[in-house]
Antibody
Framework: EVQLVESGGGLAQPGGSLRLSCAAS????????MSWVRQAPGKGLEWVAL????????YYVDSVKGRFTISRDNARNSLDLQMNSLRAEDTAMYYC???????????WGQGTLVTVSS | DIVMTQSPLSLPVTLGQPASISCRSS???????????LNWFQQRPGQSPRRLIY???NRDSGVPDRFSGSGSGTDFTLKISRLEAEDVGVYYC?????????FGQGTKVEIK
């Protein structure tokens, strides 16, 4: 069974930074695009960032461009999200998600909660 | 950005009865390769989302056949033929044609 396990969430101050990580197992990590999707408390789902299999292409939603950086280490089967200049509106559950060849998420992690507050 | 609009946003349904959720996109979701990148997700209370349907009408492995997807172009529908208690949750449509991929607002399905 595909496993995606996120870590790194927690409380951060406005303007601060956090680094999220996702450990992938039981599938060929380097063969898949990967992404981060977030969900603010009581709200809907929002794509955050997307990265190609080899890391050569990265896409971000406008609201995080210039502040967040998605990266991956295929040797370690891991996906990261570096979040800088955090804002209150970045408060959300962040899900690591595998992207299948149908331009869609076919597997989700359990999520890690990020809270931005002073 | 492509805007995805779902209706209704709340759907009370009697157990054993059918349910239908509509999703409309602000532009056609048909790719030049002929595929239509419209997906449906279910999120049960307290759980991560789970994909039910991809490319309009293809059910994911393990998804009960009471779930079906249909539609074309800009208008899509998710149907549950007979609601079961485990179907309670929020349902989202999502387009994967143009980045940023976008979700609908979600439709909350509950037992009447």
């Amino acid at each position: 069974e595909v496993q995606l396990v996120e870590s790194g969430g927690g409380l951060a101050q406005p303007g601060g930074s956090l680094r999220l990580s996702c450990a992938a197992s039981t599938f060929s990590f380097s063969s898949y695009w990967m992404s981060w999707v977030r969900q603010a408390p009581g709200k809907g789902l929002e794509w955050v960032a997307l990265i190609k299999e080899d890391g050569s292409e990265k896409y971000y939603v406008d609201s995080v461009k210039g502040r967040f950086t998605i990266s991956r280490d295929n040797a370690r089967n891991s996906l990261d999200l570096q979040m800088n200049s955090l804002r209150a509106e970045d408060t959300a559950m962040y899900y690591c998600a595998r992207v299948g060849d149908t331009n869609s998420v076919d597997c989700w992690g359990q999520g890690t909660l990020v809270t931005v507050s002073s | 950005d492509i805007v995805m609009t779902q209706s209704p946003l709340s759907l009370p349904v009697t157990l054993g009865q059918p349910a239908s959720i509509s999703c409309r996109s602000s532009q056609s979701l048909v790719h030049s390769n002929g595929n239509t990148y419209l997906n449906w997700f279910q999120q049960r209370p307290g759980q991560s989302p789970r994909r039910l349907i991809y490319k309009v009408s293809n059910r994911d492995s393990g998804v009960p056949d009471r779930f079906s997807g249909s539609g074309s172009g800009t208008d899509f529908t998710l149907k549950i033929s007979r609601l079961e208690a485990e179907d309670v949750g929020v349902y989202y449509c999502m387009q994967g044609l143009h980045w940023p991929w976008t979700f609908g607002q979600g439709t909350k399905v509950e037992i009447k």
